[in-house]
C-alpha cells in the first residue's frame, strides 16, 4: 500500500471534519462584499466538495452514498442560511457542490483501484 493511502486510512476523519469545519465557516462568514477570487466562486466551490468527499469516499467506500448526500445536504443548509448572515445564498452553488462532490467520488475510486 502506498505512503499516500496509509496516511489517509490513519487521518481521513480528521481531515474530513477539518475541511467541513472550513467550509461552513467560511460559507456561514459574514462579510460586506464577496471578494473576487481567481477561478471565480464555483471553481471553489467544485475544489472544497471534492476535497471533503475525497477522504471517506477512499476510505469508507461502502458509506460514500450516505455521506455523498448528506453533505450535498449541508450545503443546501448553507445555501439556505446564508441570506440570513449578511450572505448569497445561490442554487448554482449547490450545483457546483454536487459537481466537485461527483468528483471527489470518482477521484478516490480510481486511486483506489491502481493502488491495488
Known sequence: MSYLALIFRRYWLGLTAILWLL???SSLWPVELLPQVAGGDKTHHFIA???LVF???FVRPRQWLLVFFLL???G???ELIQPYVNRWG???DLAANTA???LGLLLAEVLRRLIR
Open 100 to 102: 466537485g462532490a461527483c
Open 49 to 51: 466538495y471534492a476535497a
Open 76 to 78: 443546501g443548509v448553507i
Open 90 to 92: 445561490e442554487w448554482l
Open 23 to 25: 467550509i461552513t465557516a
Open 72 to 74: 450535498l445536504a449541508w
Open 55 to 57: 477522504p471517506v469516499a
